[in-house]
């Protein structure tokens, strides 16, 4: 059975920074493409950050990039999302997701994290 817990949410001045953890059993966490979602309210739930298991390649969403880093450490099933120069627009439930491949699925999400981002 597959499992993602993520941790790390939280309320975070404007420029702050967090840094999100997605636990991860059930499958084969180190050939898996792990990424961050994120769903503020009203809006559709959109990729953040992705990497795939071969390799540790990354993809980002422009309104992250330079900011954001996921990571992952397949010792600990793992994926993390340090998330630097917090704004406000970056409000939003955070999910973990894991695939075979960044092009394929099935998809299994985590059950999200809260971020919030105000002064």
């Known amino acids: 059975q597959v499992q993602l817990v993520e941790s790390g949410g939280g309320l975070v001045q404007p420029g702050g920074a967090l840094r999100l953890s997605c636990a991860a059993s059930?499958?084969?966490?180190?050939?898996?493409?792990l990424s961050w979602y994120r769903q503020a309210p009203g809006k559709e739930r959109v990729l953040v950050a992705g990497?795939?298991?071969?390799?540790?390649?990354?993809n980002y969403a422009d309104s992250v990039k330079g900011r954001f880093t996921i990571s992952r450490d397949n010792g600990k099933n793992t994926v993390y999302l340090q998330m630097n120069s917090l704004k406000p627009e970056d409000t939003a439930v955070y999910y973990c997701?894991?695939?075979?491949?960044?092009?394929?699925?099935?998809?299994?999400w985590g059950q999200g994290t809260q971020v919030t981002v105000s002064s």
């Open positions: 990497i795939t298991g071969v390799g540790g390649l990354t």
């Open positions: 997701n894991a695939r075979p491949s960044r092009w394929y699925g099935p998809d299994n």
């Open positions: 059930g499958f084969t966490f180190s050939t898996s493409y």
